[in-house]
């Protein structure tokens, strides 16, 4: 039984297929499937069962998974103690707030603790991300969700232990084009945008999912993909998009998009997203994290 093997094991567990776990640890499919096979030999028992819709733990696997998690949380503790005089945090960030947000989190977190290095890594996916956090291939990671319990906004968890800490608010805007026919509407209900095309990104996007919520199943929902294109489209007439602030600042103020009411009493204000740093509760034990995370909040 090997480290590496161990936290391949731990990957397919949080991913339940092969694919997936080599696209978290950065590996080919087939040394995945190979860490795995080897895993099993030394035990000489089967560790998942293997099925079209993805790998589930045998009882064997089930009994394996709380002393691999022991085993490499110490495995990381001691990397940390030895290599270096100056532990290192890695922390992955959506791409979308990287450059926003992500850059006065850091210095804030360079005044507080200088005797911590920090290791920044982008992903466009978050789970990606919490797959990376749940690997172990990364302390932390930034993401967009909702108040209240992780994964509030809609998404999937990996099936690990998580803890989280809210950073800061993202306030959403519902915009579009100059001419749009709701434009220069002070308040709207979701009837009145019934049969309007949104354009989105993918379900999995914070925004698209933060759409559903706000704005229901009355409009028609429309592929365009990331934020910049979204704009981009929203500029040219082809429909409203649900996007963060931050994104349109310089088209509302120019006039080149119009901000439309939000359905509600509140409006977006009711329903902001936050900044959120995500990490694995079972690996508290690594020198100082909790503090170190802590250090990044306002």
């Given amino acids: 039984m090997e480290l590496r093997q161990l936290r391949v094991f731990e990957a397919v567990v949080a991913h339940r297929t092969v694919t997936d776990a080599a696209a978290a640890l950065g590996l080919a499919p087939?040394?995945?499937?190979?860490?795995?096979?080897?895993?099993?030999?030394?035990?000489?028992?089967?560790?998942f069962v293997r099925a079209p819709r993805g790998m589930t733990l045998t009882p064997a696997g089930r009994r394996l998974l709380p002393w691999a998690r022991r085993l490499l949380g110490g495995a990381e503790e001691a990397r940390q103690e030895?290599?270096?005089?100056?532990?290192e945090l890695r922390l992955g960030t959506l791409e979308t707030i990287a450059a926003t947000h992500a850059p006065g989190m850091l210095?804030?977190?360079?005044?507080?603790?200088?005797?911590?290095?920090?290791?920044?890594?982008?992903?466009?996916?978050?789970?990606?991300?919490?797959?990376?956090v749940a690997a172990g291939a990364l302390e932390a990671a930034m993401i967009l969700d909702i108040a209240g319990p992780l994964g509030e906004l809609g998404f999937v968890l990996p099936p690990v232990p998580l803890d989280h800490l809210d950073l800061e608010e993202v306030p959403l805007?519902?915009?579009?084009?100059?001419?749009?026919?709701?434009?220069?509407?002070?308040?709207?209900?979701?009837?009145?945008?019934?049969?309007?095309?949104?354009?989105?990104?993918?379900?999995?996007?914070?925004f698209h999912l933060a759409g559903e919520r706000l704005l229901g199943g009355e409009v028609e929902r429309v592929r365009a993909g990331g934020v910049a294109v979204t704009r981009a489209c929203a500029e040219r007439g082809l429909g409203m998009a649900v996007l963060p602030e931050f994104a349109v600042r310089e088209e509302l103020a120019s006039g080149a998009l119009v901000r439309l009411p939000l359905p509600g009493p509140r409006g977006g204000d009711a329903f902001p997203?936050?900044?959120?740093?995500?990490?694995?509760?079972?690996?508290?034990?690594?020198?100082?994290?909790?503090?170190?995370?802590?250090a990044i909040a306002v």
């Fill in 30 to 47: 087939s040394s995945v499937s190979e860490q795995i096979r080897a895993l099993e030999q030394s035990f000489d028992v089967a560790l």
């Fill in 82 to 87: 030895v290599v270096t005089d100056r532990p």
């Fill in 107 to 132: 210095a804030r977190f360079a005044q507080r603790r200088p005797d911590v290095r920090v290791a920044l890594h982008t992903d466009a996916a978050r789970d990606g991300l919490l797959g990376a």
């Fill in 173 to 206: 805007a519902l915009v579009a084009a100059p001419d749009h026919p709701l434009g220069g509407i002070t308040e709207l209900s979701r009837a009145d945008l019934r049969g309007r095309p949104l354009l989105v990104d993918g379900p999995a996007c914070s």
């Fill in 273 to 294: 997203l936050r900044v959120r740093v995500v990490w694995r509760a079972d690996r508290e034990a690594l020198p100082g994290l909790r503090a170190m995370l802590h």
